[in-house]
């Protein structure tokens, strides 16, 4: 190696030295910059944010009582058949809407119809028998018993009336001489037998006549059963009670059914009957006549009408509730029985409230929160909301009549932060 190309000692300690001189005052030199343009951001004004901005206003507002309660039909009623017999025809199925009085089964009527044959022959012999005994006596039918008009009766009536004439005759001749003591005697004895043998046909026809009221009373019953037999053959087909739709119809065809026996459950819709439980403190606000107003989870954008129609007179013990039955519109049959639904029931008398946009409110770890507009820039307000009126919503505390609130871009505010319009 040559001498030009050595380095000597203090020659290699000396750029050493200069390289880290330079490294030493670039670094300072990269960390001043950084310094300085963070103290720049710092002393820059933030940028406003655009929001849109709407005023709180007071308005009459509805009040009403929230609660909620079930659907239950207005109407229910299971149906069974009033005879036994096997079901031959059906006439619904489940969900089917039916008038009243439509066939729901028809059973299997032969023998009604044989048991009806043969009463309606013991009737005829019952009237045959009516007859019979009336003719004995001599009595038309539909006619007054009398028991002179029965021929017996009025021949010794007849005789007895002689028998009588005869004897008042005799005793004017007495009393002239004209006839005997023995004459006298044997007339009055032979006029005492006429009127112990008037006295008996009197007895015998009222006899008959009890065994006429008899046959009456058989020929009524046998026509009783009569009926009873005709109705057993109409029972033999079930009819619908009530309008309605069919909730249930266990009956099939070729199937043995009992009056135990259920062959269909109906069930009236319209209206529909809302129960709901009131707290007891507020007992003194719910009356008949009121409003109300349900929603259901199945039609959450819609709420039907009603009016509260009954109250129960007493407290429920137990859970200190008070039930009331709301009537519910449903005429579109959309509400189905056993349905559970929120209720609003309106109060009679409203009371001012402050409203703001719902959309201007922003809720976080259930504390709610809104931004007034002050001056270019906004205040951070806590705020109590109430009751809902479309798209306002009522805010009981932290927010004044006529305060400008933001509506967009809540989620970029905090209190203090400058905005634009």
Do not use: H, W
């Amino acid at each position: 190696m040559s001498s030009r190309n050595k380095l000597t000692l203090p020659a290699v300690a000396l750029l050493l030295a200069a390289l880290t001189l330079l490294a030493s005052g670039c670094g300072q030199s990269s960390a001043e910059s950084k310094n300085k343009q963070a103290a720049a951001a710092a002393n820059a004004t933030p940028e406003a944010v655009q929001v849109s901005t709407a005023a709180a206003i007071t308005r009459e507002l509805p009040r009403y009582v929230e609660a909620t309660g079930s659907l239950a039909a207005d109407e229910q009623t299971d149906v069974a058949p009033t005879v036994a017999g096997r079901v031959v025809a059906v006439g619904v199925d489940l969900g089917s809407y039916v008038q009243r009085g439509a066939m729901l089964v028809r059973l299997d009527d032969a023998d009604a119809r044989l048991r009806l044959t043969q009463l309606q022959a013991q009737a005829q012999q019952a009237q045959s028998a009516v007859r019979q005994a009336e003719a004995r006596i001599g009595l038309r039918p539909g006619q007054a018993f009398d028991p002179n008009r029965v021929a017996e009766v009025g021949a010794a009536r007849v005789a007895l009336e002689l028998a009588e004439k005869q004897l008042r005759r005799f005793e004017r001749l007495i009393e002239s001489g004209d006839v005997s003591r023995a004459s006298f005697d044997q007339q009055k004895s032979q006029r005492d037998q006429l009127q112990q043998q008037y006295e008996a046909a009197v007895q015998a026809a009222r006899q008959n006549f009890a065994g006429v009221a008899t046959a009456r009373a058989g020929a009524n019953a046998a026509e009783a059963q009569v009926a009873q037999a005709r109705k057993a053959v109409a029972d033999v087909v079930v009819y619908a009670p009530i309008s309605g739709y069919v909730a249930d119809r266990p009956a099939d065809v070729g199937e043995y059914i009992s009056p135990s026996s259920k062959v269909a459950t109906i069930v009236r819709t319209n209206p529909l009957r809302l129960r709901i439980d009131i707290p007891e403190q507020l007992i003194g606000i719910v009356g008949t006549g009121q409003t109300v107003s349900v929603t259901t989870s199945a039609y959450a954008d819609r709420a039907f009408a009603g009016r509260i129609a009954r109250i129960s007179p007493n407290v429920t013990t137990a859970s200190r509730t008070l039930t009331v039955e709301a009537e519910v519109d449903n005429g579109q049959g959309l509400l189905k029985p056993g349905q559970f639904a929120t209720v609003r029931i309106t109060q009679p008398k409203g009371d001012a409230a402050v409203l703001i946009p719902a959309r201007a409110v922003r809720t976080e770890q259930d504390v709610s929160r809104v931004f007034v507009v002050r001056d270019g820039r906004v205040q951070e307000r806590v705020v109590q909301l109430g009751q809902t009126e479309g798209e306002l919503v009522e805010v009981k505390t932290g927010v004044s009549t006529d305060e400008m609130v933001a509506t967009s871009n809540v989620e970029a505010l905090k209190d203090g932060v400058a905005v634009k319009q």
